[in-house]
């Protein structure tokens, strides 16, 4: 369901968008994210992450992600009233990132999830949606990003939303 809300979006964006200049620099940003798995053992992921991105040409990025997440599982899988500890997880992506205009983009990344915790198994990874750039400053921006994102031949498909403070140089 949120790939069928995603992939039109991003349609749409790219469509409005196609003939827009804008000028890709090289750019960190530092954020939050926010998951919601769709049919799974958890129920809500919460972390945070560092995005390098390095221009390839006038609107094209290459990205680097690392970061942090923890997911909590449903309390029907527990069967008791105690907790279980979130599962911890560390995804490391690489991916490009285009620009439409001024401010608006669409990603792809893939990569690697290491699990922290419990059965520690890494987990091919990859994520696709679109963005916004809010201006914040002259090289400083606010980083809104929406994603549907895969882990682990279907282990855990969630739709993501990363906001971040977003600075070039």
Not at 3 to 19: E, G, H, R, Y
Not at 86 to 110: D, H, M, N, R, T
Not at 162 to 169: K, L, Q, V
């Amino acid at each position: 369901m949120p790939f069928k809300i995603i992939l039109p979006v991003s349609l749409v964006l790219f469509a409005a968008c196609a003939n827009a200049q804008t000028t890709v620099q090289k750019a960190f940003g530092v954020g939050l994210e926010l998951g919601a798995p769709s049919n799974s053992i958890y129920t809500i992921g919460f972390g945070g992450s560092g995005k390098a991105e390095m221009p390839l040409s006038s609107s094209i990025s290459l990205t680097f992600t690392a970061g942090y997440t923890s997911f909590y599982y449903k309390n029907t899988l527990i069967g008791s009233a105690s907790k279980q500890t979130p599962g911890g997880f560390i995804p490391l992506k690489a991916g490009l990132k285009y620009f439409f205009s001024q401010g608006v983009y669409v990603e792809a990344e893939g990569g690697d999830v290491i699990e922290t915790n419990y059965d520690k198994h890494n987990l091919f990874t990859y994520a696709v949606g679109p963005g916004f750039v809010i201006p914040a400053g002259k090289n400083a921006g606010i980083d809104l990003g929406f994603r549907y994102e895969s882990w682990g031949r279907n282990r855990l498909k969630q739709t993501g939303i990363r906001a971040a403070y977003r600075f070039g140089w």
